[in-house]
């Protein structure tokens, strides 16, 4: 029998349940989730907003809100994310250091990108820590740069049944393999653009992780494209060396 912790804390205990109830019994209104937590609307507004900032929940044009993609099953992840993320954390922030901007550490699952870890700037207008966060692997830049470097039947199999144009995504690939790296101009968000490369895997198999450099869009400059595309690649490569060292 589970007892309530002696110190417990309302609002992560409020967050955990509303997850739950998305989860198990679906749907829910601002209204609904207020009542059955017993607290006000601003505050079951508060923890809904948190929930989908992390995913956890989405809101719908009927502004309803229903489980998000973390409490959905999940597509396998072919990387081993805890040492993925072990190998990558100081080249990340010797990354962020040089670049000044946001990078995000990627891993390709199904046809989604998880957010395995990010380290923000330290710039004013910046953008955010995504860890956690799920995408659509077909406009997020890390994602691009990971389903480029899957076989043909492998995409086929994994976009089978959706509404992507599989031609014009097939096109889009071929010239992110041919350059090297992969842009998303404010496919996911507005006001942000990310350029992605993806990292070399050990084994010789395809690709399972991957580097995006994030920022507000304002100021993305083509001209210093070059210089980001070689420092996300020189990143790339001091990963897979070192996850290469570590599997030796």
């Not at 198990?24 to 937590?37: D, F, H, I, N, Y």
Request: charged share 20%; glycine share 8%; aromatic share 4%.
């Amino acid at each position: 029998m589970k007892n309530k912790p002696p110190y417990a804390i309302d609002s992560v205990d409020h967050a955990l349940h509303l997850a739950t109830l998305l989860q198990q019994e679906g749907p829910l209104g601002v209204s609904e989730a207020a009542a059955r937590l017993g607290v006000s609307r601003s505050t079951a507004h508060r923890l809904l907003a948190m929930l989908v900032y992390r995913d956890f929940a989405e809101r719908g044009p009927d502004r309803r809100y229903r489980a998000g993609p973390v409490l959905r099953p999940a597509d396998p992840v072919g990387a081993p994310v805890a040492l993925l993320r072990q190998a990558a954390m100081p080249h990340l922030q010797a990354l962020v250091a040089r670049v000044r901007e946001t990078v995000n550490l990627q891993v390709l699952a199904g046809a989604e990108v998880r957010f395995a870890a990010s380290v923000e700037c330290d710039q004013i207008l910046r953008v955010g820590d995504r860890a956690g966060r799920v995408l659509p692997a077909h406009l997020a830049s890390g994602g691009k740069a990971l389903l480029a470097a899957l076989p043909p039947g492998e995409l086929t199999r994994r976009y089978a049944g959706t509404d992507v144009n599989l031609t014009r995504l097939r096109r889009e690939l071929g010239l992110i393999r041919k350059r090297g790296f992969a842009i998303n101009d404010q496919l996911t968000e507005t006001g942000l653009t990310a350029v992605g490369v993806a990292i070399p895997w050990p084994a010789g198999d395809e690709p399972a992780a991957a580097l995006s450099l994030a920022l507000p869009s304002a100021r993305f400059d083509h001209d210093l494209l070059p210089t980001w595309v070689g420092a996300l690649s020189a990143t790339a490569t001091a990963i897979a060396h070192d996850l290469a060292a570590g599997s030796a």
